[in-house]
């Protein structure tokens, strides 16, 4: 957490972020040396006797609600279960599965802790200090004299008042006309699931309402109001809780609608700046936790964030090296995905531009930077990602944490495609590695049809597997033929090629350098120093001739 910008000045204002929970479900684990889950059973769920409540790893059964999107035509998306899994990221934080019967028990307990606190330090209960957590840390902006707060993951609300933190419009005043009361509350969203909860600690009063779709309006916070009117039977306008519930729902749906024509209007790109391969890559975050994966696919570019499917999408260039994704209301929720992001938040920027020199012959331009605008509360104009920074933080002392890994083939015995695939499945699962860099067909089979080989060698891209398609020693023609199968079949093209050449031996100058230049592939040159002869190693002195291997009387090299 150290790595992230500070947004504000501690309790100087309010920034909501359920990352502190997952913080504090850290902090207890190093501190006991159990995990949460155990800590959960242990501490909350056991002492109270609940039996609908489950952490992250336990099995859903069949008595588990299913979750929802709402389209904007009213119907019904089935998202996947979020939350399941072990070693979840923020488990803590939103990974709790649970009942209205079970939370109804478990705050009935907190609110008994937290009377019975007030007077004495004594427990009844597992819940200690709930006094202090249940106190005012930091004011939300209140549109009334009464008090409008922020505790330790409670909202304190005194009574009739305005409820409208993470509200977008003004929803109608709570308990208008009746006598004051304080409510603590809080409501939330998660992949499809919401819920809101109202204690009012002076009654023991717990009002808990939970549903497997967030809807197409502020659903759980305007039926919560209703219920609390109704519990303290207090007189409200029906009318007026239909017609908010309608308003909200069409500004959602417009909101995305406008965003997105904002976001096209600023278009300015029709093609982008420089080739599709110059942006390429893996882009991590300083401390190498979080990467965006900038792929191909076909004539487009998709960004994956942290290669996750369900964070896949297609890429359209926007302004000079930037490019932008687009999402529809529908689109949006049947991802999950929260709809209200401004323009910015869909726009990559990419920088760091990198260019060959005029003696790298066949070297390719390189973006080795983005921008992202991710977070609103922090200025200026996003995080940088740095290519290809891997790891956590530190280099370390394996060279396959940092090190650009190319591989080969050899012709020998055959470049049947089971033997390409195969020979490239060892040189990973052997290096311990993810994919390699550069993968060379390292001579001509001219018994397999080309076809063949460069399907395979694509197969393997589609598979991230490698990167870059290599060929070494092969005829200018050959080359020509392999470049045209792959792009006539939209197959990954050659893009590297590696061959004899240094001060001596510069046959490769007449026809097969023009010809990579023609297609844009990469030169990487073998045997720079003449087998030696650049570096004094081969002296013409008898005594200090090698034998062997290329020294052999039966073989000449140049």
């Known amino acids: 957490m150290s790595y992230a910008p500070v947004a504000g000045p501690l309790r100087a204002s309010f920034n909501y972020n359920n990352i502190s929970y997952e913080v504090l479900g850290q902090v207890l684990e190093k501190v006991t040396g159990l995990s949460y889950a155990h800590l959960l059973h242990q501490r909350i769920i056991e002492p109270l006797k609940l039996n609908r409540t489950f952490y992250a790893g336990e099995a859903l059964d069949d008595n588990t609600a299913k979750s929802y999107a709402a389209l904007a035509n009213r119907s019904s998306h089935e998202l996947p279960p979020w939350g399941y899994g072990d070693n979840l990221f923020i488990g803590a934080g939103g990974a709790i599965r649970s009942s209205v019967s079970d939370l109804l028990f478990l705050y009935k307990a907190l609110m008994d802790a937290a009377n019975s606190q007030v007077w004495t330090a004594t427990t009844t209960n597992p819940f200690k200090l709930v006094p202090e957590l249940f106190e005012g840390k930091v004011g939300v902006g209140s549109t009334s004299l009464r008090e409008y707060s922020y505790a330790s993951g409670w909202i304190r609300a005194q009574l009739p008042a305005m409820v409208h933190l993470f509200a977008d419009y003004w929803p109608p005043t709570l308990l208008k006309s009746a006598e004051s009361r304080l409510m603590i509350h809080h ?93 390429i890559g893996k882009y991590y975050n300083s401390i190498g936790s979080f990467f965006i994966e900038i792929m191909l696919s076909g004539d487009k570019l998709q960004v994956a964030f942290l290669g996750a499917d369900i964070d896949t999408y297609d890429l359209q260039p926007y302004q000079t090296n930037s490019f932008y994704w687009i999402l529809d209301f529908d689109e949006s929720a049947k991802r999950a995905r929260l709809p209200w992001f401004p323009p910015k938040y869909f726009v990559l920027k990419f920088g760091c531009r990198s260019e060959p020199s005029w003696w790298q012959f066949g070297e390719e331009i390189d973006m080795k930077c983005l921008t992202w605008k991710h977070e609103f509360t922090v200025p200026g104009d996003g995080e940088v990602f740095r290519k290809e920074v891997q790891g956590h933080g530190s280099s370390g002392t394996n060279a396959k944490e940092w090190a650009i890994i190319d591989s080969k083939v050899w012709a020998k015995p055959t470049l049947h495609k089971e033997r390409i695939l195969g020979e490239l499945n060892t040189s990973i699962e052997l290096l311990g590695i993810s994919h390699v860099n550069t993968y060379y067909l390292h001579g001509p089979d001219r ?112």
């Open 447 to 558: 018994h397999t049809a080309f076809v063949e080989q460069c399907q395979a060698i694509n197969d393997a891209y589609r598979s991230g597997k490698l990167k870059r398609f290599g060929i070494s020693n092969i005829f200018p023609l050959e080359v020509e033929q392999m470049v045209h199968i792959c792009k006539r079949e939209d197959w990954l093209v050659p893009s590297v090629y590696q061959g004899h050449y240094n001060a001596i031996s510069r046959g490769a100058e007449e026809e097969l350098l023009p010809l990579l230049r023609k297609f844009g592939i990469s030169f990487y040159a073998y045997s720079p120093a003449a087998g030696g002869m650049f570096c004094g190693t081969n002296t013409g002195d008898p005594a200090s001739k090698k034998q062997g291997g290329r020294w052999r009387e039966k073989v000449r090299n140049f």
């Open 187 to 279: 409501q939330g969203y998660i992949m499809g699931n919401a819920g809101i909860v109202t204690l009012f600690p002076e009654t023991s009063t717990a009002i808990v309402v939970l549903g497997n779709s967030a809807g197409l309006t502020d659903a759980m916070r305007l039926f919560g109001q209703v219920l609390v009117e109704t519990t303290f039977e207090n007189e409200f306008n029906t009318t007026t809780y239909t017609r908010l519930a309608r308003e909200a729902r069409d500004y959602f749906i417009q909101y995305v609608h406008d965003r997105n024509k904002e976001l096209l209007s600023n278009k300015t790109a029709q093609a982008p700046a420089n080739p599709l391969s110059a942006y």
